[in-house]
């Protein structure tokens, strides 16, 4: 049976002033679910939204994960609501903050449709076997199973499995279904009795057949009615049926829409993120200006938002291999009072709990400040790995977006970044001096993912730069254009930039002398990634030239060189004849550094046997054992 609570509480503190720190309230049980406790805060006026924000949170006390709907009304207005859920034991839901029309310091919380269930939207206020939906309790769930029914009794009439909490003696729910189901009131049809005419005969004995011949007609048409009743019955129960059944679909897939925002897939997601960003800076008094950059590739989305009093927020969203996401944000200010107003607000201390995440070097939060050209930076940077659990805080602004007079919505906003940069690179290419912005235009067509503009302008800044000042970043650039699959894909063309690359960065004047020096060093990292992309982009056409730089790529405790050149052998490719002896010795310098994949080859060359390479059984069974050993992935 459908409960809900109505709690009218004054807050006892006075509005919040921006630049003070605004309290969460203490935490209060609803009386009525007493295992159900919230907690609110009221973060005052902001002037450029014109509105009064709040935030609630929740708290399950319960021995069992709850769900419900909740809200929080001022004045008629419940812009903080929606469904919470699975909530479970001990823990806590934040819903973020959102604006309010009204003054007023005065709330009502709602609590609806609770539900004791291992998932949300899992009961029911009819449906057999589903929980009904929680009465009031002490603080132990106190909800019933809704009860199994059957469709006919002995006698063949409607019959009922009912009781006080029966799904026909309860109020309507927010679930739409029949108050009473046609099924199990059905009244059978009644047909006249046929009587024929009785012949006068003294005859006893025909008198009796007779009789005995309307018996059998008025049982057979009693049986036609009973069946035809039962046929009507069955009928419209599956009629109901399904109606509930579509009606309880609907329900599920509007509840899943929103609150089980896909942030693995869905790109809408990023934009949400960032009305999130730009409605909460806006709240702390730095109203929006505009979006002065946006890149997009295969691997990351970047934004940066700037506001007013040189304020900026730059959101990257980057998508890992496994399929993660790993968002940072970085707020820029050039005064240190703006950035102590941003350290201190609400905004912030949320974004600390909610950015607790930490990956791969990247801690959820920290700052720094650098000076340039006589100008000092303050850096605030936030970075988590997002899952779907992540999606829950913003499913109002999912819904629902943001915008005010000067700002659209990201989505908006990043369109007219791009009207406008397609704008400002045509201005420039036909400017007089184009060559000489030749770099600028580049990167611009590069964030449009105008690849094939980008190079052309990139190559056209390296020809007019001259020869003692080119360095490798920029034929890097060019060659990772080429060389990209999800970009140009030309391999033969980054050939040649990826040999330039390599040239420069040996003669680099800081860093060369770090080459071949591995452990911790960045600058030989790149360059080893380097060979290792170029011998890749050679190997088909040149397979001799691929192995004397495969060979190059060799670093103590790392494998992968001597198996590329293993691979060549073994292939025969670039001109390089099939050689499987010659491919099992470069295979065996891998396997004795620990290289599974190296040791899972050598597996293969001997099961098989080939030009150079006798079959031998008991090798072939020993490296694949050793490799499935090293690594679970090459486990047969």
Same mark, same amino acid.
């Given at each position: ?46 002037? &450029?939204?014109?509105? +009064?924000?709040?935030? /609630?949170?929740?708290? !399950? $006390?319960?021995?069992? #994960? %709850? ?122 049809? &009644?047909?006249?009795? +046929?009587?024929?005419? /009785?012949?006068?005969? !003294? $005859?006893?004995?025909? #008198? %009796? ?134 350290? !201190? ?292």
């Amino acid at each position: 049976m459908k409960k809900y609570i109505l709690l009218t509480f004054i807050l006892l503190q006075t509005a919040f002033v921006f630049g003070q720190s605004a309290q969460w309230g203490p935490w209060t049980s609803v009386s009525c679910y007493k295992g159900i406790q919230y907690s609110v805060m009221n973060l005052g006026f902001n002037k &450029s939204t014109n509105s +009064y924000w709040w935030n /609630v949170r929740w708290k !399950n $006390n319960y021995s069992k #994960a %709850v769900s419900f709907d909740g809200e929080v009304v001022i004045a008629g207005e419940n812009s903080l609501h929606g469904g919470f859920g699975n909530i479970q034991p001990g823990g806590t839901q934040t819903y973020t903050s959102l604006p309010y029309k009204s003054s007023s310091i005065n709330f009502t919380v709602r609590v609806t449709k609770v539900c004791f269930s291992d998932r949300y939207g899992g009961c029911s206020t009819n449906l057999e076997g589903y929980p009904n939906y929680a009465e009031c309790d002490n603080g132990t769930p106190n909800y019933k199973i809704n009860p199994k029914k059957t469709a006919n009794n002995s006698q063949g009439g409607p019959s009922t499995t009912a009781g006080a909490n029966s799904p026909n003696n309860q109020a309507p729910s927010p679930a739409p279904a029949s108050s009473q189901n046609p099924v199990y009131n059905n009244t059978p049809v &009644s047909l006249p009795t +046929y009587t024929p005419p /009785v012949a006068n005969t !003294n $005859n006893n004995q025909s #008198a %009796v057949n007779a009789q005995r011949k309307v018996d059998a007609i008025n049982q057979l048409g009693q049986q036609a009615v009973n069946l035809i009743s039962s046929i009507q019955a069955d009928a419209q129960r599956r009629k109901e049926e399904k109606k509930i059944e579509a009606q309880n679909a609907a329900i599920e897939t509007q509840k899943k829409a929103e609150r089980a925002i896909n942030t693995l897939k869905d790109p809408k997601f990023f934009e949400t993120y960032c009305d999130f960003i730009v409605a909460n800076v806006e709240a702390i008094g730095f109203p929006y200006a505009k979006i002065s950059k946006y890149k997009e590739d295969e691997k990351l989305k970047s934004v940066t938002i700037d506001f007013a009093n040189n304020v900026q927020a730059d959101i990257k969203h980057y998508r890992l291999a496994d399929g993660d996401m790993l968002y940072t944000v970085d707020f820029t200010t050039r005064n240190l009072v703006h950035g102590n107003h941003l350290a !201190n607000s609400q905004l912030f201390e949320f974004m600390k709990q909610f950015h607790f995440f930490e990956y791969n070097g990247y801690t959820n939060y920290n700052t720094s400040s650098s000076t340039v050209s006589g100008v000092t930076y303050y850096w605030y940077r936030f970075s988590d790995l997002f899952r779907m659990d992540k999606s829950q805080p913003f499913t109002n602004l999912y819904l629902q977006g943001y915008k005010t007079d000067k700002y659209d919505g990201a989505s908006t906003e990043i369109g007219k970044y791009k009207t406008s940069a397609m704008d400002e690179i045509s201005t420039l290419v036909n400017s007089e001096n184009a060559g000489a912005k030749a770099y600028t235009i580049a990167s611009k067509y590069e964030d449009m993912k105008d690849y094939e503009n980008a190079v052309k302008y990139y190559i056209i800044n390296y020809n007019n730069t001259p020869e003692e000042k080119r360095s490798y970043w920029l034929t890097e650039k060019i060659a990772d254009l080429y060389y990209n699959k999800e970009r140009l894909d030309k391999k033969d063309s980054a050939a040649t930039w990826l040999a330039l690359t390599l040239k420069y960065m040996e003669n680099d004047p800081k860093n060369k002398d770090d080459i071949g020096k591995p452990k911790g060093n960045w600058f030989d990292s790149k360059y080893t990634t380097l060979l290792y992309n170029y011998g890749n982009s050679v190997k088909k056409t040149d397979g001799k030239l691929a192995i004397e730089i495969y060979l190059k790529a060799v670093r103590e405790g790392f494998t992968g060189a001597y198996t590329a050149v293993g691979v060549i052998y073994e292939l025969g490719t670039g001109g390089i004849e099939k050689d499987w002896k010659q491919a099992a010795a470069y295979y065996e310098k891998d396997a004795d550094k620990k290289g599974g994949k190296a040791m899972y080859y050598l597996g293969q060359l001997y099961e098989k046997g080939g030009p150079n390479l006798e079959k031998d059984e008991r090798k072939s069974e020993k490296w694949f054992k050793m490799a499935c050993k090293t690594d679970k992935q090459y486990c047969k």
